[in-house]
């Protein structure tokens, strides 16, 4: 089996695109030319758009392009520090105190010390990532942390350096690989991005959306590709409350192929509408328009 290539073989963005293409992740000039800048200058990746349209799936596939694993760090309100960095396992060493007692142990500052062994830290993705080499970091929804967080975040990736005040400082020999992504449901900070090389993934034109279709599912016959991706563009001009992705749409097809459809039946289509549509006023809104009905 070949091998995975390094970041540094991995020399125009035509060649990154190819190498997401053999694994059916269709990167446009404008994406994979930002995607290659971030290898080749090590700065984060910083990806905005709506829900669904490949984001997340970048960062597994860059992964898997480069063989390295993936680690991810998923962002929501109320998410700290510890919880992001590293945290002791408490029972652990409350369990290792015991012994240590039961065995007779008197010296105070060795039983301390041994409490704050490197084997009783659990890392959490950000150090996982900084000891890990190589590794490609996802720190997924980053609209969703609170501002300090924020903060937090750029000062780790200024100089992927943690301080953990019992062992010392950990730095990361080779950095890993950074894909942060907003789905802006807030506006995240000029700091963060201004660290980041930034890129906005839009909804992939017509053309494209069949291309992903037809190689994301084998077995999609090419009627069916074009009737679902041209009726996932009516959805998105429907002023809806969430237009679908091209995860929905994927997520569509591979329904309607479960159900042995070759083309985009309309009756076929509304039975199937919560694989591409996760509001119940969307989906009113669609059947009572008939945009199901178009061809």
């Not at 669904?52 to 520090?81: F, S, W």
């Not at 039961?102 to 490197?118: P, Q």
């Not at 069916?224 to 563009?233: P, Y």
Request: glycine share 6%.
């Amino acid at each position: 089996m070949e091998s995975a290539p390094r970041a540094s073989e991995i020399t125009t963005p035509a060649q990154l695109a190819e190498l997401l293409d053999a694994r059916a992740y269709l990167a446009d000039p404008g994406l994979a030319t930002a995607c290659f800048l971030a290898l080749k200058m090590g700065r984060p990746l910083f990806l905005e758009g709506e829900a669904g349209v490949g984001k997340t799936e970048l960062a597994k596939t860059l992964a898997a392009v480069l063989g390295a694993p993936l680690i991810r760090l998923q962002c929501y309100e109320g998410l700290d520090a510890a919880q992001a960095l590293y945290d002791w396992d408490f029972p652990r060493q409350l369990l290792h105190l015991k012994a240590a007692e039961a065995t007779g142990a008197t010296d105070a500052a060795r039983l301390e010390g041994e409490l704050y062994d490197r084997r009783f830290l659990i890392a959490r993705p950000l150090l996982k990532a900084l000891e890990t080499r190589p590794s490609v970091l996802l720190v997924d929804e980053v609209d969703r942390a609170d501002d300090e967080f924020e903060a937090f975040l750029l000062e780790v990736l200024s100089d992927f350096t943690i301080s953990i005040p019992e062992l010392g400082t950990i730095s990361a020999p080779t950095p890993p690989v950074v894909v942060v992504t907003s789905n802006r449901t807030r506006d995240v900070h000029d700091a963060l991005k201004r660290r980041c090389l930034y890129h906005w993934l839009e909804h992939p034109p017509f053309d494209r959306e069949v291309a992903i279709l037809l190689r994301r599912l084998p077995a999609c016959t090419e009627a069916l590709a074009t009737q679902v991706a041209r009726a996932a563009g009516r959805l998105r001009d429907a002023g809806l409350v969430k237009p679908p992705g091209v995860a929905e749409t994927l997520d569509w097809a591979e329904a309607l192929l479960t159900l042995g459809a070759r083309d985009l039946d309309p009756d076929l289509a509304a039975t199937t509408l919560g694989a591409v549509l996760k509001y119940r006023e969307d989906q009113e809104a669609v059947l009572q328009n008939g945009l199901l009905r178009h061809g």
